[in-house]
C-alpha cells in the first residue's frame, strides 16, 4: 500500500487549495478513504471519509460546509478541496485507508508522508 499527497503550501486566509492523494497496492474503488490532519502540537485527528464508490461523505463539524473530499477511482486518487481556510487549519494533512493486504490478518490503518498546509497572512 502507497499514499502520496500533493498539493499543501502557503495560502493565505480566505484562500483555498486542493490536495490529492495518489493510491497505489490495493483495490482503491473497494475502500473508503479518509483525510487526517495534525497540527502541531496536537494529535492527529479525523477530518472527511468518502465511501468506496464515493456516493457517501461525513466531516468533522470544524470542516463542514468549507472542505469538500471526493476521489476518482478511475485515477486512484482522492482529493480534498480547502475552502474559506482559516488560520486553524495550520497543520500536516495526511489521506489513510484502513484494510487488511493479506487474507486472513487483521486490518491496518496505512498513510502516506503527509503534505503541509500553512494558513497565513
Known amino acids: 500500500v502507497h499514499l502520496v499527497e500533493s498539493g499543501g503550501g502557503l495560502v493565505q486566509p480566505g484562500g483555498s487549495l486542493r490536495l490529492s492523494c495518489a493510491a497505489s497496492?490495493?483495490?482503491?474503488?473497494?475502500?473508503?478513504m479518509r483525510w487526517y490532519r495534525q497540527a502541531p502540537g496536537k494529535e492527529r485527528e479525523f477530518i472527511a471519509v468518502i465511501t468506496s464508490a464515493g456516493g457517501s461523505t461525513n466531516y468533522v463539524d470544524s470542516v463542514k460546509g468549507r472542505f469538500t473530499i471526493s476521489r476518482d477511482n478511475a485515477k486512484n486518487t482522492v482529493y480534498l478541496q480547502m475552502n474559506s481556510l482559516k488560520l486553524e487549519d495550520t497543520a500536516v494533512y495526511y489521506c489513510?485507508?484502513?484494510?487488511?493486504?493479506?487474507?486472513?490478518?487483521?486490518?491496518?490503518?496505512?498513510w502516506g508522508q503527509g503534505t503541509q498546509v500553512i494558513v497565513s497572512s
Open positions: 489513510n485507508v484502513h484494510l487488511s493486504i493479506l487474507i486472513g490478518t487483521p486490518p491496518r490503518d496505512y
Open positions: 497496492g490495493f483495490t482503491f474503488s473497494s475502500y473508503p
